[in-house]
């Protein structure tokens, strides 16, 4: 469910028509909606009820400061996975007390940056790093509470390149290896175990993998237990699908009674990492027709928009439903198009074959899901700009993040010295130094 509807014939983002926000902005641009954000945290959060549990929204999903202030508002921590993220998630009024730090590669420098924070866990994904985050915590003279982020070799039957806990993926510590690693970790000076995490991967849309990677977690916990660690955190990742297309991913509800099945009486706090789940379906991605190509045996629609403002169907062969800005008549023809961007790559195709009503040149079209992993994906290549990306809430909006010019996007770009003799009717260049 989401709050970007047709009224008399137009769509609307809550009680803002999306024309009025592409007048006002330029195309193509990111919108996100308040209430879309709100009612998917809020059923979330109350399909955990009765447990004790915090919900750290997955920063790398959607880091905007106003979409993760929103968030904040609502009680959300924050999952991140850089120090780049946490500086986002603090911006945005998420406290370090509530923040949980992943990753298989953090840096010395963003361990330190987290512990100088105060972060309130940091998922440990390798022995390396358990050690170098040990000798830098007692360096600084405190204790890192730690998960440890165990691979339970379960496959979460998604995308490959969004499957992580498969023993073969990069991701937590090998099964087979845990007990030693706790082991490990409990003789460290600068080191507090709290806690087991797991997470097997984006846009699941069954809860069968989920209820084998949880089972094999609380096994682990019962183990560990045994062996004299102190665990009080589960955390049970993120990865919940949505529907992009024909998916029927389980509802949070369904999920949050497997989880309460699983993991009944096991005396643990929760923590749970969703990101796709609470903004996919919270965006959308507007764009304008620039040309209608009709070729020989295809047509097709080419958009303002392109894979470097939104690369999940270049990336993960991923669906998005394009509509018409302006509604389609019921009885309107409806003819196959190629949905593409303007940039010099065969990849850069967001639908093939799709079936659309006529639209024409100049007319606006909206992707669907594009809340998640959209924006934060962009890049500037083919000398694009990075585009605006806006949040409505009610009848009003605001500009949360501004379009990035080319000009902006080149002030950090230099001749080199040997170069900088000034070109004739040129204005000189200062060169780097
Ligand atoms: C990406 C990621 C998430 C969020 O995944 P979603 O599919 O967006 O819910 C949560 N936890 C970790 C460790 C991640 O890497």
Known sequence: MDHFNYRNGELYAEDVRVADIADAVGTP?????????????TVFDEALAGTDHQVYFAVKANGNIGVL???????AG????????????????IPASKIVFSGVGKTAGELKAALAAGVHQINVESQPELHSLSEIAASMGVTAPIAIRVNPDVDAKTHKKITTGLSENKFGIAWEQAESVFAEAAKLPGIDVVGVAV???SQLTDLTPYRAAYTKVRGLVETLRGQGHDIRVVDLGGGLGIPYDAENPPSPAEYGRMVKE?????????AFEPGRMIC???GILVSSVVYLKKGVDRSFLILDAAMNDLIRPAMYDAHH?????NEPHPGDNMAPVDIVGPICESGDTFARERLMPAVEAGALVAFRSAGAYGAVMSSTYNGRDLIPEVLVNGADYAVVAERLRIESVM??????????APLPGDMPREASG
């Open 29 to 41: 641009f990111y919108c996100y909606s308040t209430a879309t954000l709100t009612r998917h945290y």
């Open 69 to 75: 202030a929103t968030l904040a508002q609502l009680g």
């Open 78 to 93: 924050a999952d991140i996975v850089s120090a780049g993220e946490m500086q986002r998630a603090i911006a945005a009024g």
């Open 199 to 201: 997470h097997i991967g």
């Open 262 to 270: 699983v993991m009944d009486g096991i005396g643990c706090k929760l």
């Open 280 to 282: 996919g379906n919270a």
């Open 321 to 325: 439903t394009v509509i018409p800005v």
């Open 411 to 420: 002030d950090r770009e230099r001749v080199p010295e040997w170069l900088a």
